[in-house]
């Protein structure tokens, strides 16, 4: 897919949309926080309350996008054929609705709603709300990342101790040996796991059978806050190579610049 460089949305237009699209986040979050937490809890996975949710999030972000913005397209609704032809959309949102879904059913925190605005395969815009705790993320892609407007980092020149972070996922155990000598903790998802190394929450987070739409408005958030997502080999992830939806199979380990190998050191494929 081949990229264009030029980008023309003004200084402006990138504040407004920042402005609207995080009321939009902030307004899918509230209807989904009356529904948090009231899955069946005798099923492991209440697939009925999840897909209500999803819809419910989906309804309001692609109508107000919609209603506001007319050349805008959603990667949810187009083939990628659409996306690779002669006149692909100048403008694609990746939208997840509802990342955490397992967390957001049993009542546990850490689940949002996270967007990702590319334009002309460029990233543009990232963001991540996380409704319970009130987390709204938010990045110009290679520029700023912001936690409530605040700016924020990734740890600087992280040092492996006993007191190190790193975020995994469900099945970590059953991929993975590891001697790393701090904390391993799962909260559930892979947006927030993200952005807490983004701030400087936690100094990585290792990921595995990921989407575009789990990484796209995370690696975007990351980036602006001094980090990258690469393989467990040193290769650079490129989010824009896996629009036509295709699972990310390969492990990746998502760390502050140059701290890669620090950490990638202490984790084994099984």
Known sequence: MEKEEARSLTERELWTLKEFVENTLRKSGALLLEMYGKGDRHMKFDDELVTEADNAAWKIISAKIKGSFEDHAFLREISFNEINGERPP?????VDTLDGAASFQAGMPVWGVSAALFEKFWPVLGFLYLPVTGELYSAYAGREALLNDAPI?????????NESLVLVYSRFHQDFTSNFPGKLRNFGSSAGHLAYVARGAADACLMKNVHVQDLAAGSIILEAAG?????????????????????????????????????????SVL
């Open 153 to 161: 980092t990734v740890r600087q020149d992280p040092t492996v101790d």
């Open 227 to 267: 980090g990258e997502i690469r393989y467990l080999d040193g290769r650079l992830l490129h989010v824009g190579d896996f629009l036509d939806g295709k699972r990310i199979e390969e492990p990746l380990i998502a760390a502050p610049k140059g701290s890669f190998k620090s950490f990638v050191k202490y984790f």
């Open 90 to 94: 100048r403008f694609l949102w990746i």
